[in-house]
């Protein structure tokens, strides 16, 4: 009876991923964003229970595939892992590191008879440091984009994928670990452990992938499609908010310009150079701008940039270095260089009930002067 229950546990383990490489195979075919994280993971999965089903073999099978085999295909499981997490939450890791460890790992197991005792130290040495680089590579990149709480929840269980390798790897060394047909205890309970891993890990991968689509709906819902820049909703919700503050003493300046002649470069060159033209506006303004600072595209040729905590000298000086900046690097059209310049005005919030409205009225009063006076220069209100 007893021997019954860790081929039943493995029989388990294997059903659940393969059904989850299923899943995650089903789910690349129907995903536009994240296609690549969930073919790996897919692949991740299909590869661990093979290699468990390749243990299982060992004394039935060639010794070459239910040793070798079998532990270069979990390596490369989560291998795969190690490339597919951080790429679920819009990170790019390197392959050569992986691939690197792939390669010393093939050829230390590749000369050991199958009964070693150092094969399946390698083994779970190289699966202890996958996880380990994988749990701070997903904490060091969600750490800078989430706030602390949400980050240590995400990474927590990677954090408990790789403590257990980590005392498994520790039983090993110590001449504790269990063949994984065995019926001991030690050996049932690792068993139930790999289940946990695997429930786990695509459980949190699951919850990744799905944050990572929710972040790009919410980003496609509030950016301009042609210059990735803020939408006029989205801005005008941000400045609203802003206005908001102006009760607790925290002040912020808007900014708003205009392309001058933007029609000229539409006619002459066309509309494929006009929308080239905005995008190398916004390219321009960006490196003009604080972290802080937000730049919205509120229609046609017209952008707006919100400075929060900035006075009408800041915002000033601001609104300067862009106008000089724009005028410094012309479009660059088919290899021939083509001036822009931009009118701006600007406005700074003056009291709680400045609403977000009148703020922009009193900047765009101050573009309408600028233009007037002849483009390419600066006005405040």
């Given at each position: ?205 699951a919850f990744m992938v799905l944050m990572r689509l ?58 494929a150079a006009g929308d080239a033209a905005l995008k ?102």
């Open positions: 009876m007893l021997e019954t229950v860790p081929l039943t546990l493995l029989a388990a383990n294997m059903l659940f991923l393969l059904t989850a490489a299923l899943v995650w195979a089903g789910l690349s075919q129907v995903l536009v964003i994240g296609q690549r994280t969930v073919l790996l993971l897919a692949l991740a999965n299909a590869l661990l229970a093979a290699s468990l089903g390749c243990n299982a073999l060992r004394g039935i099978a060639w010794d070459g595939l239910s040793y070798w085999g079998a532990n270069m295909m979990a390596i490369s499981s989560f291998a795969l892992l190690r490339q597919s997490i951080p790429t679920a939450i819009g990170a790019a890791p390197s392959w050569w590191p992986t691939l690197a460890l792939l390669a010393v790992a093939g050829l230390l197991l590749a000369p050991m008879p199958p009964d070693s005792d150092w094969m399946p130290v390698i083994n779970f040495s190289c699966l202890s440091l996958l996880m380990g680089f994988t749990s701070f590579e997903t904490w060091r990149h969600l750490r800078r984009r989430l706030k602390l709480a949400l980050a240590l929840g995400l990474c927590s269980p990677l954090i408990l994928v790789t403590a257990l390798l980590l005392l498994r790897l520790a039983l090993l060394l110590q001449g504790s670990g269990a063949r994984i047909r065995d019926a001991s205890v030690g050996n049932v309970a690792w068993l139930w452990a790999v289940l946990l891993m695997g429930l786990v890990l695509n459980a949190t991968l929710i972040l790009r709906i919410r980003r496609l819902t509030e950016r301009d499609a042609l210059t990735d820049a803020l939408n006029r909703r989205a801005f005008g919700a941000l400045l609203s908010r802003e206005q908001a503050q102006l009760a607790r003493g925290q002040g912020h300046a808007l900014v708003m310009l205009d392309v001058d002649h933007f029609k000229r470069i539409n006619d002459t060159l066309g509309h190398h506006l916004v390219q321009q303004l960006q490196g003009c701008l604080r972290e802080a600072d937000r730049l919205g595209r509120l229609g046609g040729e017209e952008f707006g940039v919100l400075l929060p905590l900035s006075d009408q000298a800041g915002a000033l000086l601001a609104a300067e270095r862009m106008r000089a900046t724009l005028q410094a690097h012309p479009l660059l059209w088919q290899g021939q260089p083509w001036p822009m310049t931009a009118s701006f005005g600007v406005a700074v919030a003056q009291a709680p009930h400045d609403d977000a409205d009148a703020l922009m009225q009193r900047a765009d009063a101050a573009l309408y002067r600028a233009k007037e006076a002849g483009r390419n220069r600066v006005e405040a209100d």
